[in-house]
């Protein structure tokens, strides 16, 4: 099956440094979602991207599919994006709609 | 919008016992939802996919006759983990595919998670 490798595993970084997380897939897929699991579990959507360039607010993410990776940028990072983000890719081998997730990025900001 | 429900949240049963946990999908409709488990300090592993009026497609290495799954309307499906024991404790996440890309902030096929189900087997 697909394989869905994340770097750096963990992170710690103080309040307002920037950071790039990647995302490494060893198949073609046609969707591309980030995530980012807050401590209580919850999975909040960043961005579905399974192509280009996308921007919200302090966060971005840009795939370059041709070459099966994707990378979330955090720029003047706080406290509160402490968590693990996840990546996670689907579309690949004609199954359309499953999602197979990454093996995460363990992000620490420290004030 | 866009906002997928799990209940109950938490639970503790004992050993032999089942669990049923039910994923709602609160705004929008769902042909299709998605049941993952995820152990302390790991990633989602996705279990199975539930499809509205069929049986649903477990991964390889689920029990399905463990782990039942019921999907009864475009807004419902329910996980029943029957006869647990300590090793099934987990976290249980659903998901539910949202296919209409309509107003800011959703899209189309995007998979939205529910809040998350913590079971403890004693």
């Known amino acids: 099956g697909i394989q869905v490798e994340q770097s750096p595993p963990d992170l710690i970084l103080q309040e307002g440094a920037n950071s790039t997380l990647r995302c490494n897939f060893s198949?073609?897929?046609?969707?591309l979602q980030w995530f980012h699991q807050n401590p209580w579990g919850q999975l909040i959507n960043l961005f579905y991207i399974p192509s280009g360039t996308k921007q919200n607010g302090r966060l971005s993410a840009t795939t370059v599919a041709t070459e099966r990776y994707s990378l979330l940028y955090i720029s003047s990072s706080q406290t509160t994006d402490s968590g693990v983000y996840f990546c996670a890719v689907g579309g690949y081998g004609g199954a359309t709609n499953k999602l197979i997730f990454g093996t995460g990025t363990l992000l620490a900001v420290q004030p | 919008g866009a906002v997928v429900s799990q209940h109950p949240s938490w639970v503790i049963c004992k050993s032999g016992t089942s669990v049923k946990i039910e994923c709602r999908s609160l705004d929008f409709q769902a042909t299709t939802m998605f049941w993952y488990r995820q152990f302390p300090k790991q990633s989602l592993m996705l279990m199975a996919t539930s499809n509205e009026g069929s049986k649903a497609t477990y991964e390889q290495g689920v029990e399905k006759d463990k782990f039942l799954i019921n999907h009864a309307s475009l807004t419902l499906s329910t996980l029943t983990v029957t006869s647990a024991h300590p090793e099934d404790s987990s976290f249980y996440i659903c998901?539910?595919?949202?296919?209409?890309?309509?107003?800011?902030?959703?899209?189309?096929?995007?998979?939205?998670f529910g809040p998350g189900t913590r079971l403890t087997v004693l």
């Open positions: 998901s539910a595919r949202d296919m209409k890309a309509s107003g800011p902030g959703k899209w189309g096929g995007t998979q939205y």
């Open positions: 198949d073609s897929v046609n969707n």
